[in-house]
């Protein structure tokens, strides 16, 4: 099987793009650990763990569970993420925290914690947003943010450089999820967002989970010279394409 032997921790892996490289890795015969803030109704053959990206506590004990069921790792796939839209005249400094808790803060200490664990060879794919590089109203905290965690993962590639330990970005557009990636926002906007995204990306739709879990399994896997790189999987979005008339 593709992925036999294989170790990985995925963030964020209980829904959407996280679940999604989950079941490819289970698939391929890879022994996963999968973690999100609830796993209580999730039916799969991995080991489950419910953590906070933002608690310090709980990445601690992400790592000690990790070292007791997966011993070395291969992959580490951070993929956990927050984001509201919010207008910059109601952005709120909690709203702002927990943003940058979650997404950046959080992944940061997530692969420090696990950094130690992964094998010469191995690698880390964080998921950043084409949010980061561009201006999306409502979103500034949250573009902030992944900008932030694609700042840092350059520099962690430069630090695990020398262990043989590639750390990459995918850098998804809009995609199709239950929750489109944002909390706490009522059905009919959902829709309007959804509508807004299938018009403005070049493709002319979302992209399905599936189609970032291949770009996230072959930056870990096969992409084997690669490091350092931000992998878009936008449909073109954030690619400045000028499109025939």
């Not at 967002?193 to 189609?211: C, I, M, N, Q, Y």
């Amino acid at each position: 099987m593709k992925y036999s032997g294989k170790k990985a921790v995925v963030t964020g892996g209980t829904h959407g793009m996280g679940l999604a490289v989950v079941r490819a890795l289970l698939d391929g015969g890879a022994e996963v650990l999968a973690t999100g803030r609830d796993v209580s109704g999730l039916d799969l053959p991995a080991h489950l763990l419910s953590s906070d990206a933002s608690s310090l506590t709980d990445i601690e004990a992400l790592g000690a569970f990790a070292a007791e069921k997966l011993g070395s790792l291969d992959l580490v796939f951070i993929n956990v993420g927050f984001a509201t839209l919010t207008p910059y005249a109601e952005a709120t400094p909690e709203i702002y925290d927990r943003t940058f808790d979650v997404n950046a803060k959080g992944a940061y200490f997530t692969a420090q914690r696990l950094a130690g664990l992964v094998r010469p060879g191995g690698s880390f794919v964080f998921t950043t947003s084409v949010a980061a590089g561009a201006g999306i109203a409502g979103m500034g905290p949250y573009s902030a943010a992944k900008a932030a965690v694609r700042s840092f993962a350059l520099t962690y590639a430069a630090e695990l450089a020398p262990r043989g330990i590639r750390v990459n970005v995918v850098s998804p557009g809009y995609t199709d999820t239950p929750t489109m990636g944002v909390t706490g926002v009522p059905a009919s906007v959902l829709a309007s967002f959804k509508s807004t995204g299938d018009e403005v990306t070049p493709l002319k739709r979302h992209a399905r989970v599936e189609e970032v879990a291949a770009a996230v399994l072959f930056l870990a896997f096969e992409a084997t010279f690669t490091t350092g790189a931000d992998l878009p999987v936008d449909g073109g979005l954030g690619q400045r394409l000028t499109l025939p008339a």
